[in-house]
């Protein structure tokens, strides 16, 4: 059972998606694919949303691939969806009026590296983990890590974020400029290499976290660190959530310069035990992680650990370790598969909010009770740094009664965060699924704005559409 969600979108017409396909077959040959099992790999889904897959896959291997694209669907008005590694989560890459799915993961090459600018030049397809690998013999590497081994397009369009926001921030701040290929096919250049600028418009924030909805992302410019002399991971469990969100809150204010602080409840922590195979107390945890030199990052532990003790945190254990803490850290971003290991066969879907950190204990706690009280079972993780949490709902997907409540329970986590002066989403963005809280959230002026861009960017609703603004 999948929630399908409805539309006003169009079908092109069938002349015109046949003309479209004949004239991408002829310039593109075997990279042209219309087989049913490709098309449906590209509206892949790991939410509950019903999936939508597109008429066509293309292949793409240069940016003129992506301009001779747009501009034959353009001339035929078939809507056009970019895809990277099909790791977004509210039916982002799918297709609800049909149209083109252009792949871009053959797009994988760093054209630049400029280490001593902390800079970088990349095609859409690179992967978080592939250019880490290339940067690392130069002591370099990208911070933004969602989990998941997403492209580097993808991550931009979605304007991802993940465990080490709290100190590196988000994709908004460590993109420097794009090349995106707009609506004719033609390339608009957002910004240098520059550090700062106040020349015109800020059209590269314009199109982080547009979803593909304005234009595709074909060249970024994005920012690197270097690597740190030192890092240590650190596990501490607590008697309850808000005294580890109070211990973040102090942690923050005291100016404990934290590379990652994440929280896992009491039901987390036991889907990590048993799928990675790990003895953690069963109790609410934080993990954590500091960058320096070795003397700083002893000194953030011994900082730590003072806070914590005084919010009621257990003991609390530190390593520098490179595979104690990548076995910690891949216990956290196995989350998703350990809490899909607790019931096999019931269907997962991954939600977030995000609050004020402030409020974070709070909404925490009123989500669990609110899960005791509809009878459902969703572990919960969360990048406490800055208020974002997320749910890993369990659902038998056949059972309609019990897939209504996760519904409820879904609309009243968003009720609750924006209530407390958070968002409907953090970091998975809006896609399909989360449109209908954007009105509460931001306003009927600010949807009306959003439209404007859209219609001013692509006038035919060619990118990716039926997906952020709902419509009017």
Not at 227 to 244: H, N
Request: contains cysteine; glycine residues 10%.
């Amino acid at each position: 059972m999948a929630i399908k969600i409805t539309s006003n979108l169009k079908r092109p017409e069938p002349q015109a998606l046949k003309s479209t396909i004949d004239a991408l077959a002829a310039r593109f040959g075997n990279r042209l694919i219309t087989s049913q099992a490709v098309r449906e790999q590209h509206a892949h889904t790991t939410t509950w949303l019903a999936s939508q897959p597109p008429d066509a896959v293309v292949m793409a291997q240069e940016t003129e691939d992506i301009q001779d694209v747009v501009r034959i669907c353009a001339r035929n008005g078939v809507p056009v969806i970019a895809f990277g590694t099909g790791t977004s989560l509210e039916g982002q890459v799918n297709a609800p009026a049909g149209g083109v799915c252009i792949d871009l993961r053959d797009m994988n090459r760093i054209l630049e590296v400029h280490a001593e600018d902390l800079d970088c030049v990349i095609q859409p397809g690179v992967t978080r983990k592939a250019l880490n690998e290339h940067l690392r013999d130069q002591g370099l590497f990208f911070p933004i890590d969602p989990g998941a081994d997403a492209s580097l397009g993808g991550m931009t369009s979605t304007r991802a974020s993940g465990t080490n926001a709290v100190r590196y921030g988000t994709m908004r701040e460590n993109v420097l400029a794009l090349k995106v290929v707009r609506g004719d096919g033609e390339i608009i250049t957002t910004g240098t290499r520059a550090k700062k600028s106040a020349a015109g418009y800020d059209l590269t924030h314009l199109f982080v976290g547009a979803e593909g909805t304005l234009g595709i992302i074909s060249e970024l410019t994005i920012k690197l660190r270097g690597i740190p002399d030192t890092i240590a991971a650190a596990a501490c469990s607590f008697e309850t959530v808000r005294g580890a969100c109070q211990a973040t809150i102090l942690a923050i204010q005291t100016g404990i310069p934290l590379a990652r602080i994440e929280l896992l409840n009491a039901e987390q922590v036991k889907a990590c035990n048993s799928y990675s195979k790990l003895s953690l107390s069963e109790t609410p945890l934080l993990l954590l992680e500091f960058h320096g030199t070795e003397a700083e990052v002893a000194d953030q532990s011994k900082n730590f650990g003072e806070i914590a003790r005084e919010c009621g945190g257990g003991d609390f254990s530190w390593t520098t370790k490179p595979e104690d803490r990548t076995k910690l850290w891949q216990a956290r971003h196995d989350a998703y598969w350990s809490v899909k290991a607790l019931r096999p066969g019931a269907g997962v879907v991954a939600t977030d909010v995000c609050v004020p950190i402030s409020r974070l204990a709070d909404c925490v706690t009123e989500t669990e009770d609110d899960l005791k009280g509809l009878g459902l079972l969703s572990p919960i993780v969360g990048h406490v740094g800055d208020g974002n949490f997320h749910c890993s709902l369990v659902c038998d997907v056949d059972n309609a009664e019990e897939m209504a409540r996760g519904e409820e329970f879904m609309h009243r986590l968003v009720e609750r965060a924006q209530a407390m002066g958070g968002t409907c989403t953090g970091e998975h963005g809006i896609g399909q699924g989360k449109q209908k809280y954007l009105e509460a959230e931001l306003g009927s002026e600010a949807l009306d704005a959003m439209r404007a861009l859209k219609k001013a960017l692509d006038p035919q609703n060619i990118f990716n559409p039926g997906k952020i603004v709902p419509a009017a």
